[in-house]
Every structure is written in C-alpha cells, then in structure tokens.
C-alpha cells in the first residue's frame, strides 16, 4: 500500500508540474506568470527527485530539511502568485488550502516506511 501511496504522490506531483510546464513558451504571457511558472515547476521537480531518493534509500542528510523546506515554500509561492489582482478570491484561497494540503501529504509521504 505504501507503494501506491509514493507512486500516486509523484504522478500528483508530475502532472502539477506538466500543467505549468507550457505557460513560459507561450507568447500572451505576462513575465511575472512566467516566472511564477518557472519556479512552480522547479519545486515540484526537486520534490519527486527527494521521493525518487528516498525511495531508492538515496536521500542525503540534508534531505528532509530540503523537504521541509519545500513544503513551506511551495504554499508561499503559490499565494504569491495569487496576489497578481491585489485580492486574494474565494477559488484561489481554495486553491492555496488544497495546495497546502498537497504539500502535507509530500512532506508525510518522504518519512513513509517504504516496502
């Protein structure tokens, strides 16, 4: 079960990146959604490299405070960028509660024993 839990937690992690993956190449796009992408992207790339690692038993000492830090810095990232119009809405309060989730589930799914 714990497999499953680590394969969807990276598939999760892979298709949020995918869905920003494609709007820096787009040429409509203002320079503070691309540099909002850009970064979004980058933290949940290095979030699946430190689940690959610590599913291969790879993960270095430094690991899980890079983790942590992650976890933190993803949510504030993401109301950064939600902060465009001066307002944060309704949907995109939603949105930060999910994503602070998501970043819960990362954090508790790196110190998962693994089978």
Known sequence: MRSVAWAI????NVA???????????????PSVRTFSVITVALLVAIVVLLALVRFKR?????S???RL???VLPA????GSLDSGIVSGQELLSLVLISA??????RQLFAPHA
């Open 16 to 30: 949020l990146a995918a869905a920003f993956a494609p709007a820096p190449f787009e040429a409509a796009t203002p």
């Open 77 to 80: 990232i993401w109301l950064l």
């Open 59 to 63: 993960l270095p000492k430094w690991g």
């Open 65 to 67: 405070r890079a983790m």
């Open 70 to 72: 992650l976890c933190v």
């Open 102 to 107: 998501f970043a819960w589930g990362n954090w």
């Open 9 to 12: 937690a990276v598939l999760l």
